[in-house]
């Protein structure tokens, strides 16, 4: 419910922030870091990451491949393909208030702000600016740009809208102090997020550009803007390539998330259209320094190249203690023929996940089997304690089966599992008004066939939807694969242009509003929210109400496993799979610290240009 605050209670809430004094008359304590999960870790200095070498040399050139093209330096808004290493929280360019933790989960550090506070009903927040913090022009960043930021993302910027939507507003209450009002109490999350909002210059975006044209944040532009993180744009060829250079007298070098980070003096992508090319490009050195390797098949047989047998080329494995979210085969639920709960169950039963990876994989790649892969978050078993409870309230509007039977995927793990499977997906189709007719599922009234086109953007696409398509096919399904440009894929994607496509969807140990956006009616017809199935179900906007608003962690894992259960029982996809590590294959030509942090598995920004390896294989290879 959104609360009704009268212009001078709102005056009041204000006076009481800028007095550090909430408004139950508790004084709020400023915190220097931010946890969802360790409040302890909210107190104290944060002085560098643990794996991190703090006298790491600076310099060098670290060259990467990107995939497709580009065509705008605004990440923020629909249209255009912004550049690499730009993102909607800014990436290489723009900070935000504080900076998400590499080393723990749900944890941010100071950065832009070098600290935060907020009352005890979490109705708001307030964030302090560090003195210190500039742009690159070497003016100051202000409480009007974070101002400014926040109401331009929150009007314009899709995901921005749904991430912020409960904050009211953002008011100066100080020099260096901002106050974020939230429409509700009881949010924990909302204080937290506030400091993954990106500040971005009031002053570059509102004035003109080298012709004298006014600058529009709502379009696209390839013109380099002005930043306040630890690159800025050298150089580019629109689509092809772009260089950023580090920046010289950067603002927060010293900052802690910093120590020992940024060591590049350059970072070079090179566009690609084609995976093959990519890696080829690769094996030959001077395009692509560091590869995660994402191809089963090729870490497996395709690294026998010269540079690699000679030890020039280096493949590591990492271990990573997140969470893994969902990877899967995605349902539009736009077109009716997907909205029968029964249809998605049928064609969820023809996937052969253990064929692809004994063929295709080399039986390296393991099945999700839930949502929130990998954490205490994944539902098991069957619903009891408060997870149960939490569901009773929707009974009448669930599969009963949830209730009884342990979810599980098809397991083909004997000759007859295809013919049992599919007869009962044929069943299904049959309760859903679909019967087989001359060798074709086609609809008991009108008769028309049943379609799906898979869409893909590379011939990997062959490999992960081939298997598939040949199944549906022997149930009578008229089941294609289109594969399309990098440019096409992302427009139509988008625009949710497909009946079927695969679809990724990372998630935090403490999820939280960016729920609405995976998951809510509201998101589903917004162009490039992350609903891409187009789920509309009143049991799933209450269970992310439920989530935003959980008293405590343990309410939050209830009520995030209901949620999972949820989400699987309506098969809304069709679970994929995951690599159990992170495989990367890198040039031998970098200082890295002995150890990388256990929650993401590595952090190629902690590494360092060994000069002398760099020079001898620019000798060997060329540079």
Not at 27 to 43: F, N
Not at 280 to 298: C, Q
């Amino acid at each position: 419910m959104r609360l009704a605050i009268t212009v001078p209670a709102a005056a009041a809430m204000m006076l009481a922030a800028a007095a550090g004094i909430s408004p139950a008359g508790a004084a709020e304590e400023w915190l220097t870091s931010s946890s969802l999960i360790d409040p302890d870790r909210e107190r104290g200095a944060f002085e560098r990451y643990d794996h991190v070498n703090p006298d790491a040399p600076k310099g060098g050139t670290l060259n990467s491949a990107a995939f497709g093209t580009f065509d705008s330096f605004n990440p923020f808004i629909v249209r255009g393909t912004p550049a690499a290493g730009l993102t909607q929280f800014g990436g290489l360019l723009w900070e935000t208030l504080m900076q998400q933790s590499i080393a723990e989960p749900s944890t941010s550090h100071p950065l832009i702000a070098d600290a935060y506070r907020h009352p005890e009903d979490f109705s708001s927040a307030t964030y302090r600016i560090d003195p210190d913090a500039k742009w690159h022009d070497g003016t100051a960043i202000t409480v009007d740009d974070v101002i400014w930021s926040f109401e331009m993302l929150k009007e314009h910027s899709p995901l921005h809208n749904r991430y912020f939507a409960n904050v009211t507003g953002a008011e100066a209450v100080g020099e260096r102090e901002v106050l974020f009002t939230f429409d509700q109490t009881g949010n924990r999350e909302l204080p937290h997020i506030m400091g993954d909002l990106p500040v971005l210059p009031k002053h570059w975006w509102e004035g003109t550009d080298a012709r004298g044209n006014a600058r529009d944040i709502t379009q696209p532009t390839l013109e380099a803007p002005l930043g306040s993180g630890p690159y800025a744009i050298e150089s580019f060829e629109p689509g092809s390539s772009i260089v950023w250079k580090r920046v010289a007298d950067y603002w927060a070098e010293n900052n802690a998330v910093n120590i020992g980070r940024n060591n590049f003096e350059r970072r070079r992508y090179t566009y690609f259209l084609d995976d093959n090319a990519e890696f080829l490009a690769f094996t030959k050195g001077g395009i692509e320094d560091v590869r995660r390797e994402l191809s089963t098949r090729r870490w497996s047989t395709a690294y026998n190249f010269p540079a690699f047998e000679t030890g020039d080329v280096v493949k590591r494995e990492f271990v990573s203690n997140s969470i893994e979210g969902m990877q899967a085969f995605v349902f539009n639920m736009r077109h009716p023929r997907f909205q029968d709960r029964r249809v998605r169950k049928a064609i969820t039963l023809a996937y052969n996940f253990e064929a692809q990876n004994r063929t295709h994989f080399f039986g390296l790649n393991k099945r999700f089997s839930s949502y929130f892969e990998k954490s205490e978050l994944a539902s098991s078993g069957l619903p009891d304690g408060t997870e149960l409870q939490i569901l009773e309230e929707f009974r009448d509007q669930l599969p009963p089966e949830l209730f009884t039977e342990e979810f599980k995927l098809p397991v083909y793990d004997d000759p007859r599992a295809e013919r049992n499977y599919l007869r009962e997906a044929v069943g299904l189709f049959r309760e859903a008004g679909w019967e087989v007719k001359g060798g074709k599922l086609v609809n008991a009234e009108s008769g028309g066939q049943f379609k799906i086109e898979f869409l893909g953007n590379s011939p990997t696409s062959e490999i992960i939807a081939g298997g598939l398509v040949e199944t549906l096919r022997k149930v009578g399904i008229d089941a294609t694969l289109r594969i399309v440009d990098t440019s096409q894929y992302i427009q139509r994607f988008q625009a949710f242009d497909f009946d079927m496509v695969t679809g990724r969807f990372a998630q935090s140990l403490s999820p939280g509003n960016e729920q609405r956006d995976f998951w809510s009616s509201q998101a589903a017809d917004i162009p490039g929210s992350r609903n891409v199935a187009g789920i509309r179900s009143p049991v799933v906007d209450a269970l992310i109400d439920k989530i935003i608003f959980a008293a405590d962690r343990e309410a939050l894992i209830a009520t995030t496993r209901a949620l999972d259960r949820v989400l699987l029982w309506n098969y809304y996809m069709i679970p994929q799979y995951f690599q159990p590590t992170l495989r990367y294959a890198y040039w031998e030509k970098f200082g890295i610290p002995e150890t990388q942090p256990d929650y993401l598995g590595i952090d190629v920004d902690s590494w360092w240009i060994d000069p002398e390896k760099e020079k001898a294989l620019e000798r060997k290879y060329g540079g």
